[in-house]
């Protein structure tokens, strides 16, 4: 069974920084392009970036609302993927879920709460 | 950038009866070198994740019910539930791949 566990959401002042983590199981980790999506409270989803493979250089890219201040990271040993949330604005409050695949999103982790608020 | 659109943003139907929500996209997105649709459709319910439903623009997701139907080319695109049920209230959302992913605003599907 596939799980992804987030966690590291919390409330953060706007020009801050946050890492979030996801855990996954249950699916061969090094071989799958790793997501993070997120939404907005009562709005639509969005995606933030992606990682490729170990094999594929772990190229990533962003959306262009993030890019330049979120960093998406893995560690194949630890079957993890990050995300590094800097210069944080109050828009970047969300929910914000990691997901497997970097085209279509297979599974969905239940996501992690970020607010960005004074 | 492909932008995403879909029509129409809520609708209420019988239980039994057909839901049909449309999807567009700015730009085809469908690959001449595959022939194939990068267009995904995901089901949210209240308080869950998303859901992949289908992808290719009409191949079901393991798992997904056979009421569920996808359709279209190019631009245009559209998500058939055929007989609603209880369940299926939910948003549903259209997602482009052929570029950097990108998603419709959702169709939130109601019980009338």
């Known amino acids: 069974e596939v799980r992804l566990v987030e966690s590291g959401g919390g409330l953060v002042k706007p020009g801050g920084s946050l890492r979030l983590s996801c855990a996954a199981s249950g699916f061969t980790f090094g071989s799958a392009w790793m997501s993070w999506v997120r939404q907005a409270p009562g709005k639509g989803l969005e995606w933030v970036g992606r990682?490729?493979?170990?094999?594929?250089?772990?190229?990533?890219d962003y959306a262009a609302p993030v890019k330049g201040r979120f960093t998406v990271s893995r560690d194949d040993s630890e079957n993890s993927v990050y995300l590094q949330l800097n210069s944080l604005k109050t828009e970047d409050t969300a929910m914000y879920y990691c997901?497997?695949?970097?085209?279509?999103?297979?599974?969905w982790g239940q996501g992690t709460l970020v607010i960005v608020s004074s | 950038d492909i932008v995403m659109t879909q029509s129409p943003d809520s609708l209420a139907v019988s239980l039994g009866e057909r839901a049909t929500i449309n999807c567009k996209s700015s730009?085809?997105?469908?690959?001449?070198?595959?022939?194939?649709?990068?267009l995904a459709w995901y089901q949210q319910k209240p308080g869950q994740p998303p859901k992949l439903l289908i992808y290719w623009a009409s191949t079901r997701a393991s798992g997904v019910p056979d009421r569920f139907s996808g359709s279209g080319s190019g631009t245009d695109f559209t998500l058939t539930i055929s007989s609603l049920q209880a369940e299926d209230v939910a948003v549903y959302y259209c997602?482009?791949?052929?570029?950097?992913?990108?998603f419709g605003p959702g169709t939130k599907v109601d019980i009338k």
């Open positions: 997602q482009q791949y052929y570029t950097p992913p990108d």
């Open positions: 730009q085809s997105v469908l690959s001449s070198s595959n022939n194939k649709n990068y």
């Open positions: 997901v497997t695949g970097g085209g279509t999103f297979d599974y």
């Open positions: 990682i490729r493979t170990k094999t594929e250089g772990e190229a990533t």
